[in-house]
């Protein structure tokens, strides 16, 4: 509970939030925020699939993402490549001792995008925990 509380107060400041050890100048200035799904302080428009939002300047990606439970460092990114955008949810599983019941975390990614058509991809990743990386939308947006 502590871990969801400090990612809550502290996850709008992360803006280089990301896949740990990855230095990549396509990666763009994100806002993220991730919290147990049943805490009731979940991102308004989480959903499953994840829901694509775009506004002039930006984009928005809200979801819901299962984890094999609630003791997971929860993070995201948005990287750029031309006219492709993917939007990375990496959960990384603590060396703590946790309850084995799983779990899901709601989810809000956001940065600043010039305006465009984007191919755009969302794809889980879980370190350490044995479950397999997986893509769950692709989707092309227009962003005024």
């Known amino acids: 509970m502590r871990r969801l509380f400090i990612l809550m107060m502290f996850g709008a400041l992360a803006c280089d ?38 506004s002039p300047g930006g984009i928005e990606v809200l979801g819901l993402m299962s984890a094999p439970d609630l003791c997971q460092d929860v993070r995201g990114a948005i990287d750029r490549q031309a006219q492709v955008l993917t939007v ?3 959960a990384k599983a603590q060396p703590v001792v946790c309850a084995q019941a799983l779990g899901t975390y ?21 370190e350490l925990s044995g479950w397999p990386t997986k893509i769950v939308l692709q989707s092309t947006v227009a962003i005024p």
Request: hydrophobic share 40%; net charge positive; aromatic share 8%.
């Open 17 to 54: 939030s990301g896949v740990r050890g990855v230095a990549d100048s396509n990666r763009l200035a994100a806002g993220f925020v991730a919290v147990d799904a049943k805490s009731g302080s979940a991102p308004a428009g989480a959903t499953n699939p994840p829901t694509i939002r775009a």
């Open 88 to 90: 990375t949810i990496t």
């Open 106 to 126: 709601a989810y809000r990614v956001a940065g600043n995008v010039p305006p465009g058509t984007y191919a755009v991809k969302v794809v889980y990743v879980y």
